[in-house]
């Protein structure tokens, strides 16, 4: 894993970080190239790695992802993932999104939309790990 400067700063102040995977088919690699730079500069808590769609299901194996994104036309089960999208390419159709099994739907949603998917995804993910947070914290 490489760490980058302010990722170090998040390590050591305990935030968590989750793995993201991101693949998507060969022509939408230049959007996937602009969504990973877009996440590892605005949440540098998160790992995030990307493959080409059709290696998605080894790479899963392979990197244990905590969450997933990727095009509609996967072959890949994404059902054991804690959290994975499904991006539309189509502005038309609606994304699927689903973090620990709720699903929900969006219709082309922006950089801030997926942003806050992914504080929501860390939010489940370390309630998982560490189980429920009081927002008090009462020693």
């Given at each position: 894993?490489?760490?980058?400067p302010a ?17 998507f ?85 922006t950089?801030e939309?997926?942003?806050?998917v ?14 429920p ?7």
């Amino acid at each position: 894993m490489v760490c980058y400067p302010a990722m170090c700063s998040c390590l050591l102040t305990g935030w968590i970080e989750i793995r993201i995977l991101i693949a998507f088919e060969p022509e939408y690699r230049a959007y996937q190239g602009v969504i990973a730079a877009a996440l590892r500069v605005l949440r540098p808590q998160v790992e995030v790695e990307t493959t080409n769609l059709y290696s998605l299901e080894e790479e899963i194996g392979r990197l244990d992802p905590d969450m997933v994104i990727c095009g509609r036309s996967n072959t890949a089960d994404l059902s054991d993932r804690p959290v994975w999208i499904e991006l539309s390419m189509d502005p038309s159709q609606p994304t699927t999104v689903s973090i620990g099994g709720h699903y929900s739907e969006r219709i082309n949603p922006t950089l801030e939309v997926l942003l806050g998917v992914i504080d929501e995804a860390q939010a489940f993910i370390s309630e998982q790990q560490n189980g429920p947070q009081s927002k008090l914290n009462n020693g």
